[in-house]
């Protein structure tokens, strides 16, 4: 299991699309607060399409409830200015990966604090950073990619016209 972290997340359609990559694989999705909308808004529910009922939604109030209430240790914590590359680090089972919110991304004190566990996508210095929705999905694949797709690996859809 792959535990998808979302730290004050401020656009519903991110949030909804993160959940549906969530229902795909299975990954439970952690929400904390503040976040930038109603979970019943439209934009997220539309997002997300007949997805929300296959994802396993927390709420916590603030990081200090997050770190209380799920004890989580192996924690990845994703930023544009992080030191490591996202694809040299290997992933364990029931680990978290954490984002940040899309204007601020990540608490500063909380990357100083966790820097050999901060990680980033590569891309051209040009562009600021990738969509959240974007980098979530791409980490979460190669974390499940590098654990064999754990309950994924013969599942999904098959085109019977191939």
Not at 32 to 54: M, T, V
Not at 72 to 92: G, H, K, R, T
């Amino acid at each position: 299991m792959l535990h998808i972290v979302l730290h004050e997340p401020e656009i519903p359609a991110n949030t909804g699309n993160i959940a549906r990559t969530c229902a795909a694989t299975g990954s439970p999705l952690h929400l904390i607060r503040p976040l930038g909308f109603d979970l019943s808004e439209k934009a997220a529910r539309r997002a997300g399409l007949d997805y929300w009922h296959l994802v396993d939604v927390h709420l916590y109030d603030d990081l200090d409830d997050f770190f209380r209430k799920t004890g989580a240790e192996d924690i990845w914590l994703l930023s544009s200015y992080a030191p490591n590359c996202y694809a040299d680090v290997s992933y364990q089972p029931g680990c978290y990966l954490m984002f940040g919110k899309e204007t601020k991304g990540l608490p500063q004190e909380l990357l100083d604090r966790h820097r050999d566990r901060a990680l980033r996508l590569p891309m051209r210095s040009e562009a600021r950073c990738l969509n959240l929705s974007s980098a979530a999905t791409a980490v979460c694949y190669e974390a499940l990619r590098q654990m064999g797709f754990p309950n994924l690996k013969h599942a999904g859809r098959m085109s019977e016209t191939l």
